[in-house]
């Protein structure tokens, strides 16, 4: 007996009925996705990025019996505050460094935030430092355009602290980021370098040796080139809320001129706070 030779494959029909389903089922799929990845790129998503670093700061607080925090601040970029990408760093109080110095906690990295937002204090601050012994800085609050027209002033509102005490509360604390070797970038200091590659002096920053300036650039006194001036970093107190911006609508009203007037007054009532006690962010809706 000749045995029949038996013939596999999809006929015409099937194949069309199968290209339609996955058509289908891609198109279903598809905003399901889209929206899982604008949820991350959101303010709810930016949010939630936050309320796990600020848990992660509480309990290394506990943890060393010192206080803790998170860092927000823009890595350094050669196009400026405006294109620079922005982080979140957990940070530890050193008393080796200074008596509120803090530094990276090591061997965490730190934490990008979504590309098409940012946060800010709504605050800029003014430092004088005349001595070892006397240091003294005022906060003002931004509220007209003047105050958040330079790169430096962006440079600062975007520069803060959230600090936890050793008891896990949320406290009002002053903050001095410096290299983990606690070399400061002032007179007397040229030539003495830090390997850190998260905070760092200007010039290893800028040679690709860490990602972020520490404060040590707030006036032509303290630094030992006065050709630095004031970049708007250096020690001020932590804070206890911040706002969530649109990078690129501050980007449009900032090079009119007018970033609080045309943008940042619509969204300062929307500013995050957190809870004291419980280091959780208090809901604004």
């Known amino acids: 007996m000749k045995g029949k030779n038996r013939q596999c494959g999809l006929t015409l029909t099937e194949m069309t009925v199968v290209i339609v389903t996955i058509a289908l089922l891609v198109g279903l799929g598809l905003p399901a996705v889209r929206a899982l990845l604008d949820s991350f790129e959101s303010g709810s998503g930016a949010k939630s990025m936050i309320s796990a670093a600020l848990a992660s700061a509480r309990a290394i607080a506990a943890r060393e019996q010192r206080y803790a925090g ?3 601040q823009k890595a350094y970029s050669p196009q400026g ?3 620079a990408s922005q982080y979140m760093v957990l940070i530890v109080q050193d008393p080796d460094i200074l008596a509120y110095g803090f530094r990276a906690v090591e061997g ?4 990008k935030l979504p590309e ?3 946060v800010m204090d709504l605050m800029t601050v003014a430092r004088v430092y005349s001595g070892p012994i006397n240091l003294q800085f005022t906060d003002t609050v931004i509220n007209t355009d003047a105050l958040i027209s330079t790169e430096r002033d962006l440079r600062d509102t975007t520069s803060f602290s959230i600090v936890f005490s050793p008891a896990g509360k949320m406290v009002l604390h002053k903050v001095w980021l410096r290299n983990r070797d606690g070399i400061p970038d002032s007179q007397g200091q040229v030539g003495n370098i830090s390997a850190d590659d998260v905070f760092n002096k200007l010039a290893e920053v800028n040679a690709g040796v860490g990602m972020f300036y520490q404060d040590d650039y707030f006036n032509a006194w303290w630094s030992f080139d006065p050709s630095f001036g004031d970049f708007g970093l250096g020690p001020e107190l932590s804070r206890n ?3 969530i911006y649109e990078r690129q609508k501050l980007r449009q009203a900032f090079e009119r001129g007018t970033a609080w007037s045309q943008y940042l007054v ?3 009532a929307e500013k995050v ?3 004291s006690y419980t280091g959780t962010i ?3 809706d």
């Open 70 to 72: 998170v860092r927000f």
């Open 81 to 83: 505050p405006l294109s």
């Open 108 to 111: 965490l990295e730190p934490i």
């Open 116 to 118: 098409s937002i940012g």
């Open 241 to 243: 809320g911040f706002i």
């Open 266 to 268: 619509k969204i300062a």
């Open 273 to 275: 706070y957190i809870n």
């Open 282 to 284: 208090i809901s604004t």
